[in-house]
């Protein structure tokens, strides 16, 4: 079995100030770990991926994530916020289930980011 | 390639009426994932398809809800009959590989009334 949990269901920052969005997994494999974005009323966008490479990982738009395997965590980090950032973050875990790999989200977590 | 592409995108119905969402993944995808999207319960993993035959589909709600993936580049999530409370946002993904990124399409706005 594999679960993903948000720590926070909103984050509010201000424009400029660092981001970070908490995520913690649990899975029986050695997991996938994703970051989707979504913006209000649009599909979901991919942010980064960890495929079990490097640790930290670069992703779009200044993101970063990284993998920590002891503490079962995946936070995602931008050292500026910017207005466009506001959106709906999902941290995503996809580890065999069933023989079959099925990608798991998290609730989510709403940034709001102030001028 | 275009992405996955959904159909419609807003759809309104009344009540009782059947519904048939479409969806066409990537080509060359051999994974599909039918999603929900609502405030109360999030992202909900509905079915899924492996090389067009349905593995899991444990999170579909009720007998209401039916799924099918005749080929490769095309499903289809049908609810009959609808009520209000399917009213949500539906997305279709695919992806090339287990462990890989899911894509997504732009989703279907379902509303019953």
């Known amino acids: 079995a594999q679960s993903v949990t948000q720590l926070d269901s909103h984050v509010s920052v201000s424009e400029g100030t660092p981001v970070l969005l908490r995520c913690n997994y649990s899975?029986?494999?050695?997991?996938?770990l994703f970051w989707y974005v979504q913006h209000p009323n649009k599909g979901l966008q991919l942010l980064l991926k960890?495929?079990?490479?490097?640790?930290l990982v670069k992703g779009i738009n200044g993101f970063e994530a990284e993998f920590k395997k002891s503490e079962t965590s995946f936070h995602l980090t931008k050292p500026s916020a910017h207005m466009s950032d506001a959106a709906e973050y999902f941290c995503v875990v996809s580890g065999v289930s069933g023989g079959s790999y099925i990608p798991t989200f998290g609730r989510g977590t709403s940034l709001i980011v102030h001028p | 390639d275009a992405g996955v592409i959904q159909s419609p995108r807003h759809e309104v119905t009344e009540m009782g009426q059947e519904v048939t969402l479409r969806c066409k993944p990537i080509s060359g995808h051999d994974y599909l994932f039918w999603y929900r999207q609502t405030m109360m319960r999030g992202l909900e993993l509905l079915i899924y398809f492996n090389n067009n035959v349905p593995i899991d589909d444990s999170g579909m709600p009720e007998d209401r809800f039916s799924a099918k993936m005749p080929n490769a580049s095309f499903s289809t999530l049908k609810i009959q009959p609808s009520e209000p409370r399917d009213s949500a946002v539906y997305f279709c993904?695919?992806?090339?590989?287990?462990?890989?990124?899911?894509?997504f399409g732009q989703g279907t706005r379902l509303t019953v009334v």
């Open positions: 899975s029986s494999y050695s997991p996938s």
């Open positions: 993904a695919s992806s090339s590989r287990g462990g890989t990124e899911a894509f």
């Open positions: 960890y495929t079990s490479a490097a640790t």
